[in-house]
């Protein structure tokens, strides 16, 4: 037990110190007072341990409530590719559908009482902290992960994006840039549960392109290294390394190189 709670107060203050230091990635600009830390995370990156996944969440919570700032995970439902057509629409439940796929920490968050989910029926996402109310309210069926998604918000409050022993494949914010090209598109279905009553909607979006993350991601820390803060983190496996980055260089720059290779 004196490891796990060494290990929790590790992690705590190593959360708070990044928090407190992320203000080196904003230059001249003054960084929000309150900020929104949306969190990638692979358990895996971590030395097996009793309760992981429990430890290294309320050590994230506990940071972002010393803060002030509103943590945020991707609790993308666990179904059939959306992409790919089924013969029965997926039914979505904010409360009970599951996102084990996206990692045991979101799934464990999304569970926590008090947490907020969005409604999208497959790219949800859940939040706590100050802003939670407001950054779930709306989610579009047809704005999965575009503009007018929690992840647009993000963007628009200048949010700050932690990987955590995650490859840049995980950084969803990167599908803002998806966002930008609609001449390829997809249609899905799905039926959602509001108040207690089944409601189908069917909708078009952007196709999704996470293959070309890896290499975006490793132009940008190549290219920009004063945007991103990167180490080791307290129980961590040798070769796992935490990045956290502001949203807006890491998007802008995915804008910029997609122009550059002609995706846009």
């Known amino acids: 037990m004196g490891e796990l709670v060494a290990f929790f107060n590790n992690l ?5 110190s990044l928090l407190s230091s992320s203000s080196l990635l904003f230059d001249a ?27 290294v969440l309320e050590a994230l919570r506990r940071s972002c409530k010393k803060k002030d700032a509103t943590l945020v995970m991707p609790t993308f439902s666990d179904t059939p590719d959306p992409a790919q057509p089924f013969a029965v629409p997926f039914v979505y439940n904010k409360r009970d559908t599951t996102c084990r796929a996206m990692g045991a920490l979101p799934e464990l968050f ?15 996402f859940c939040a706590e902290g100050y802003g939670a ?33 995650c490859s840049w494949e995980s950084c969803t914010a990167f599908h803002l840039a998806d966002w930008m090209d609609h ?32 290499h975006i991601g490793q132009d940008f820390e ?17 070769e796992a390394l935490f990045r956290l980055v502001r949203m807006r260089s890491a998007v802008d ?11 846009l």
């Open 12 to 16: 705590t203050d190593f959360f708070s």
């Open 222 to 238: 190549e290219h920009k290294s004063d945007n991103i803060i990167k180490g080791t983190f307290p129980g961590a496996k040798p």
């Open 29 to 55: 600009e003054p960084p929000p007072k309150k900020p929104y830390l949306l969190v990638h995370s692979s358990l895996s990156s971590f030395h097996p341990m009793p309760m992981a996944a429990a430890t």
């Open 110 to 124: 999304r569970k926590t009482a008090g947490i907020k989910r969005s409604n999208h029926p497959f790219y949800s």
């Open 183 to 214: 001449t390829d598109t997809l249609t899905y279905t799905a039926i959602s549960s509001h108040f207690g009553l089944p409601c189908r909607s069917v909708w078009q979006e952007p196709v999704l392109h996470q293959e070309r993350f890896a």
């Open 253 to 263: 720059f995915c804008v910029d190189r997609y122009r550059d290779l002609g995706y």
């Open 133 to 165: 109310k407001k950054l779930m309210s709306s989610h579009p069926c047809r704005q999965g992960l575009g503009p007018q998604s929690p992840l647009g918000s993000l963007y628009a409050k200048d949010a700050l994006i932690l990987m955590l022993g």
